[in-house]
Nanobody, 116 residues
């Protein structure tokens, strides 16, 4: 089993910044091939926000390009989502995801609320 734990969510004013963290843990040695951040607003479908493959190649939803950055931490079992110039429409529960040995694991989610 691989456990993912998100942190860093909270309430921020429009134009502000937050950094979300995701830490992966397991009793076994593992390698994460793909990291992802997803979000889901009330009444909406879960959508992909950012993706990192092979620890380097990244892709972003058009709505966050130029504002959000996904990156791997100094420890290879951690990754971050830096969110700048936040907008009210960014309000959602954010989930991290990781692919390990062909299995998809999800974090519990962290709430991000952006006030106008």
């Amino acid at each position: 089993q691989v456990q993912l734990v998100e942190s860093g969510g909270g309430l921020v004013q429009a134009g502000g910044s937050l950094r979300l963290s995701c830490a992966a843990a397991s009793q076994f040695v593992f390698e994460i091939k793909t990291w992802g951040w997803y979000r889901q607003a009330p009444g909406k479908q879960r959508e992909l926000v950012a993706l990192m493959r092979d620890g380097l190649n990244t892709n972003y939803a058009d709505s966050v390009k130029g504002r959000f950055t996904i990156s791997r931490g100094n420890a290879k079992n951690t990754m971050y989502l830096q969110m700048n110039s936040l907008k009210p429409e960014d309000t959602a529960v954010y989930y991290c995801a990781a692919d390990v040995m062909s299995m998809r694991y999800w974090g519990q989610g962290t709430q991000v609320t952006v006030s106008s």
